[in-house]
């Protein structure tokens, strides 16, 4: 769902569709609570808050607390805000009824009465998070504050030594280190909304006098879509690949027809539009996205144009999958997700084919299809803001996916010239590194068990703050694992969690690998790891779950192929015991393994 | 008027989950049980998008049964 789609919802469909979903949920979703704290009216809001649950792929049911009541929902541990669990909390606040000098009489406050509000109101924000994870880990989501549009002191506004724009500032500077320290909060930064709207469009005065909401309907629907990007990020359904056509979409013009010199691209329009729409492709490919080209040309001239042409922001290295030839795209599309190892609806499809797009769309509904329609001044902003590839995290292994991609598609073409698969796998001289999670892999390891939906046996989704809290507990072991082979350095590529719950017995309550080391038996390797650990705590049972989801049954018989027997019908899925003294690895010998895991505890 | 009259049924129907038929000259937050305040705003709002007229906070507040809808609605469109 991207934010163009967003930002077009009819609130009268919104309410309809809303309707629907709680009335007669489809029996496949599973539900969605959210929680939600204001000092507004944010009722406006929910048709298009439950719209984007439900485009997330859950049935939403709202909890809607009293009217400014923060603090008391917060420390009522047995309240409604946290029974049941749920799955996110919504802070909506206004500095109107938190700081109301601040907000509405900055200049009559003294220097010093400005720093006590300041601290005052971001105290109170901070015992509220800290009430919060005293009960959950669930995910929040919390507003900035609006710089004033009409400054108190005008032209001096700027230039003043404290102003109400700089108190503001403070205070959303102070609330992005309270939100990390709390871990798991995303705040949503309504001055760029703001920004993006315009005064006039973000606020309805009129809903504002009759019914203290504040916002407009397209500032609500921004902030649903935050929502949704917030989630999609969380539970693994951020896009992966952008797909893209050539003719009249990476540049003005039909190669073919016009040939090399002939196509538009460059610093003159309109070839600079076509230049400005690459250069948002790259920038989504340094945030950790793939990019792929499914183009019905002639290869040889596409190929030309991506190795010669002076002004192309992507080169031929710039994309982990190429499909050009006179095939049907549909196919092409199957295909590239296939040799990328991702599921259809990880992928992103960009042409200006409006007849192209429709077919798509129609036989490939999990792709999401994007048609450029012409207005080439509006293309790079379109990228740019879609909101499709979202991710909590950003880190060297992200910004060079698109190289490991790459690499992993040389790899392949090598193992095919290998008969034996054993023989393969020493050939790539593989060294695999596990070691216990600590500060600078914890963002890594946490978006990977949000995004890894295939070799994912039990998809728990924890957040960085659950794995840090976890592994200072000292209740849990939080074990991950770095893959180098001789094409390349992949990063951080497996995790495993273990729990203690009882005397003597260790459970694998994580346990996942991503896509592109698959076929390699690491994951041979980290159930070994887990073994050593749990042998280190003084388990002589290790237990481990099988949770069934729509993606990862290729790990259903994974427990059972490797010495677990299975001790339990889960209904849905199974749990699979062995014995740690008795328990054998398989041949671990096409393997350096480093083990850093096995000092400290 | 009766496009005008028929397109402000559907939207209500959408927005408080009935049909249009239900739907008479005198329908008002008394007759219709999701007409509530909040679902009043939604339905100026929906009336706003579909029509691209802005409704004042007084029209808003004045506008409580469907005849009174469709006629404050039809003034604005002519004029």
Known sequence: MDFLSFLGLKLRDAVAEAGRLEASPPGHLPPFHLGVLRNISVEPALPYVKWAIGAAGFVPAVYLAGYDSVLPETLDAGGSLYVPEPDLIWIALTLDLLAPKIQKDYLSLSGAEAVAEADRTLEFLASALQNIRKNTWAPVMLHNFLEPVFPPLGILEARAERSQTRAVRALNDGLLKIAAEAGGCHVADLNRIRAFLGHERFIDRRMAALAKAPYSGETWKCLAHEMYKFIAALRGRSRKCLVLDCDNTLWGGIVGEDGLAGIKLGQDYPGSCYLEFQRAVKSLRDRGALLALCSRNNEADVLEVLDRHPDMALRRDSFSAMKIDWRDKVSNLREIAEELNIGLDSLVFVDDSEAETELVRRMLPEVWTIWLDGKITEYAERLAGCGLFDSLAWSEEDRKRGDTVRAEVARKSEASAYSDVGEFLKSLKMSLEIFRVDEFSLPRAAQLAQRTNQFNLTTRRRTEGELAALKESGEGDVLCLRYRDRFGDMGLVGLAVLRYPEEEAAYIDEFLLSCRVLGRRVEDALLWACMEAAKRRGARTVRGDHLPTQKNSQTAEFFPARGFLKTMDLNPGARYEADAAAWRPSNLDCFEIETGFLEGA | ?79
């Open chain 2, 1 to 79: 008027m009766s496009d005008i009259e028929r397109r402000v049924r559907e939207i209500m129907a959408d927005l408080f989950g009935i049909s249009p038929e239900e739907i008479d000259a005198q329908a008002s937050p008394d007759t219709i049980k999701k007409w509530d305040s909040l679902n009043h705003l939604n339905l100026t709002l929906a009336l706003e998008e579909e029509f691209g007229v802005t409704f004042t906070e007084d029209e808003t507040m004045e506008m409580l049964t469907f005849e009174l809808v469709a006629m404050t609605l039809a003034e604005k469109l002519a004029g």
